[in-house]
Nanobody, 134 residues
Framework: QVRLVESGGGLVQPGGSLQLSCTAS????????IAWFRQTPGKERELVAC???????????YYTDTVKGRFIVSRDDDAKRVYLEMHTVTPADTADYYC????????????????????????WGKGVHVTVSS
């Protein structure tokens, strides 16, 4: 079965950096879009960043406005691992972070419908906590 396991969470100072990892098993990662979500008490999960499937969109990335220019999402299909680099972090980045994935049906011709921000994610990790504090 498909399983996602996050790692790399912890305490980081404002302005600092850290990297989260999501290790996948039970899938061929190149056919899956991968997303990073975060959640704080009292609100729904927020899509932070995602990376499109390698096969359909060759890893096209999406970032929400609040992290664009500070966070970087990347993938290593051979290692079945996705990363979220977090730079210049602020206390507002404090949250539980989750990785999620969705299989994207291969298409013979390119279509923007395969972009990662348009997918309905149905496989989730259990999450890791990130605290940004001095």
């Amino acid at each position: 079965q498909v399983r996602l396991v996050e790692s790399g969470g912890g305490l980081v100072q404002p302005g600092g950096s850290l990297q989260l990892s999501c290790t996948a098993s039970g899938l061929t990662l190149a056919y899956y879009a991968i997303a990073w979500f975060r959640q704080t008490p009292g609100k729904e999960r927020e899509l932070v960043a995602c990376i499109s499937s390698t096969f359909n969109q060759h890893g096209i990335r999406y970032y929400t406005d609040t992290v664009k220019g500070r966070f970087i999402v990347s993938r290593d299909d051979d290692a079945k691992r996705v990363y979220l680099e977090m730079h210049t972090v602020t206390p507002a980045d404090t949250a539980d972070y989750y990785c999620a994935t969705d299989y994207v049906v291969p298409t013979a011709t390119p279509t923007p419908l395969t972009r990662c921000e348009l997918q309905d994610y149905d496989r989730w990790g259990k999450g890791v906590h990130v605290t940004v504090s001095s």
